[in-house]
């Protein structure tokens, strides 16, 4: 069987974009304590991730702490968790159907026909996992944002954007990339399928030019009288 680079292409870049989802789930950087104004105070680092917030202080190791009820979570918190887990889940499912795809071994064009649509589902679910961490990271970086300009926020409540913010973009961009290779291969194999096998065009109607029993019976006969 030969592959196609954008196969490869795609189901690689698939898989770096399904870690750096994983890492962007797990990573408690989602949101880090800001230094502005009056608060200089340097010896003290908190993160405040998805699943856990940490602190890391001077001469002191990173102190990290899972959040202790799921109901008295923000709604916005509870949201992200959600959509980043439905993305986890789809970037594996997405995986293991391009993966599948590629080990289809028989060069017949039944096979090579499947084999397009596998891949073409595994880039379109690519996609969507792409949408499903875009929406909680750019959420999230716009709750920053608006409560870092907003003079009501006590200047020790501000955060800025953490670095599992910006492993969420390049994610998203790395898995649109995949799959839109992905897609594209099963639209150029459909486009090769139709130009190997071009409909074929209605034949004329046969004519039987045979003359007929009466006809020839009639030019055969003759009367003695």
Excluded at 25 to 30: D, H, I
Excluded at 45 to 69: A, D, H, P, T
Excluded at 157 to 174: D, H, I, N, P, Y
Aim: proline fraction near 4%; glycine fraction near 8%; charged fraction near 15%.
């Amino acid at each position: 069987m030969t592959f196609n680079p954008l196969q490869i292409a795609g189901l690689v870049l698939g898989f770096f974009g399904m870690v750096g989802t994983l890492a962007t789930a797990l990573l408690p950087q989602w949101r880090v304590s800001a230094f502005v104004g009056s608060n200089i105070i340097v010896f003290e680092r908190i993160w405040e991730g998805l699943w856990m917030n940490c602190i890391r202080q001077v001469k002191v190791r990173l102190q990290c702490k899972f959040y202790n009820s799921l109901l008295a979570l923000p709604f916005d918190l509870e949201a992200a968790r959600a959509l980043m887990c439905v993305a986890v889940a789809l970037s594996l499912i997405a995986l293991l159907i391009g993966i599948s795809g590629m080990k289809k071994i028989q060069c017949k064009d039944s096979n090579e026909r499947v084999k397009a649509y596998l891949l073409g589902t595994s880039g379109v679910l690519f996609i969507l996992t792409g949408i499903f961490v875009l929406i909680p990271v750019c959420w999230t970086a716009n709750i920053i944002i608006r409560d870092f300009y907003n003079p009501a926020v006590h200047i020790g409540q501000k955060r800025e954007l953490g670095a599992a913010l910006f492993l969420g973009w390049a994610s998203t961009a790395v898995l649109f990339i995949g799959g839109g290779l992905l897609c594209g291969y099963c639209c150029c194999n459909r486009k090769k399928q139709k130009n190997r096998y071009p409909a074929a065009e209605h034949p004329a109607p046969h004519t039987d030019k045979r003359p007929q029993n009466g006809t020839v019976l009639s030019k055969t006969s003759t009367s003695y009288v």
